[in-house]
């Protein structure tokens, strides 16, 4: 059994023939910073994404907690300006 925080994504998506470029990556995980994590593993398979859309709880009052470190690490790896 796996879940979304184990799961090793660059062999998933090696083994499935997923193009180096993909579509769209959406990740809605409830629970502080499981996004973020998340996220930093998605991108650290060296695929690219031409879309994402993540969670936050911003809304909450958690920008600084949750949207801006997915937003700083978006930055790092070329997505946002």
């Known amino acids: 059994k796996s879940d979304a925080l184990s ?3 660059k062999e998933v998506f090696e ?3 997923i193009p180096n470029v ?3 990556l ?3 995980l409830d629970g502080a910073g499981l996004a973020y ?4 593993k998605v991108l650290n398979t060296g695929y690219e994404f031409k879309v994402a859309t993540l969670e936050h709880d911003a809304y909450r ?3 600084e907690t949750d949207m801006k470190p997915q937003r700083n ?3 790092k790896y070329g997505y946002c300006s």
């Open 7 to 9: 799961i090793d994504y």
């Open 15 to 17: 083994q499935n023939e």
């Open 22 to 24: 993909i579509d769209y």
């Open 26 to 28: 959406s990740i809605d």
């Open 37 to 40: 994590s998340c996220l930093e």
């Open 61 to 63: 009052g958690m920008g």
């Open 73 to 75: 690490l978006m930055k």
